[in-house]
């Protein structure tokens, strides 16, 4: 049941199909929406997805001479990620060519970021990659830590960071 004097609400947008999106997403709520608001306060709705825009997923894998998936993107909601941390410990022995963490992009497979192996050489490296206008990764997808050896001798670690948005409610920060 709708209030008889619904709290007005802002929207200071131009994009027209933006603004229907939102008003048919807001109508949804307006049961749960506080009946009186001190005058003190202003209710706000952001519109813009890249104002106040925090990290809210962390995830983490190890691996050693085999590949290990990171996070799974969801099939509805859009990831964008943030950072990719990446580090790598190998003996003298281990013969790898590269440890990576990989995505897709615009249905391109990607190494977002890479460490080449020194074959025959004891390595510990460890490199980060932060963006600062975050990456929209497929949906459906994996981001994976994959380690490219012949022997076994190694562990990679990888750390990502990122933010989803439900594509039915705002616009793509792609677009931007």
Same mark, same amino acid.
């Given at each position: ?39 003190? !306060?202003?209710?706000?709705?952001? *519109?813009?997805?890249? !104002? ?5 997923? *962390? ?19 859009? $990831?964008?990620?943030? +950072? ?31 460490i080449p192996g020194i074959t025959l050489t004891v390595q510990n490296? +460890?490199?980060?990659?932060? $963006? ?30 990122? $933010?989803?948005v439900d594509p039915t409610i705002t616009q793509t920060l792609d677009?931007?």
């Open positions: 049941m709708r209030s008889p004097n619904p709290t007005p609400i802002i929207i200071k947008n131009n994009d027209i199909q933006i603004t229907e999106q939102l008003v048919a997403k807001l109508e949804q709520y307006t049961d749960q929406l506080p009946k009186t608001i001190n005058p003190n !306060l202003q209710m706000t709705l952001e *519109v813009n997805p890249w !104002l106040q825009r925090q990290a809210t997923i *962390v995830k983490n894998a190890s691996s050693g001479a085999t590949s290990a998936t990171i996070y799974a993107t969801p099939a509805l909601i859009n $990831f964008y990620l943030c +950072s990719v941390s990446l580090s790598v410990i190998k003996d003298v022995t281990a013969t790898s060519v590269k440890t990576a963490v990989n995505a897709t992009i615009k249905g391109t497979a990607t190494d977002i970021l890479a490296q +460890s490199a980060t990659i932060t $963006f600062d206008k975050p990456i929209p990764i497929d949906n459906s997808t994996n981001i994976t830590l994959t380690n490219s050896t012949n022997a076994a001798n190694i562990l990679a670690n990888a750390t990502i960071t990122g $933010f989803e677009n931007n």
